[in-house]
């Protein structure tokens, strides 16, 4: 069973918008709400790129030029984050990853695909 698991991707056209959500299936709810979580994207023949992480705490960091476009959020009640995409274009075409940081540790989602076309 997959711990990370990332939804919400899809078509979309440019303009549009999206929400992804990451369930952390398996984290016990008193662990998951001391996690560092993040959303990450890649291209290929590119690195992975931050798109925004969230703390604990709920202080939140964007990638470049993420912010004005994208907003996290996290749902501790039920284990999960969100990312808002607005205002898409075609440069956002990728797949989505979603990180948890736990103990110095990272662990990964399988990713969503996310396509920006007309």
């Known amino acids: 069973q997959l711990h990370l698991v990332e939804s919400g991707g899809g078509l979309v056209q440019p303009g549009g918008s999206l929400r992804l959500s990451c369930v952390a299936s398996?984290?016990?709810?008193?662990?998951?709400?001391?996690?560092?979580m993040a959303w990450y994207r890649q291209t290929p023949g590119k690195e992975r790129e931050l798109v925004a992480s969230?703390?604990?705490?709920?202080?939140?960091n964007y990638g470049d030029g993420m912010k004005d476009r994208f907003t996290i959020s996290r749902d501790n009640s039920r284990k999960t984050i969100r990312l808002q995409m607005n205002s898409l274009n075609p440069t956002d075409t990728a797949v989505y990853f979603c990180?948890?940081?736990?103990?110095?540790?990272?662990?990964w989602g399988q990713g969503t695909q996310v396509t920006v076309s007309s």
């Open positions: 990180k948890e940081t736990s103990g110095g540790t990272d662990y």
């Open positions: 969230i703390t604990s705490g709920g202080t939140t």
């Open positions: 398996r984290a016990i709810l008193s662990t998951f709400i001391q996690y560092t």
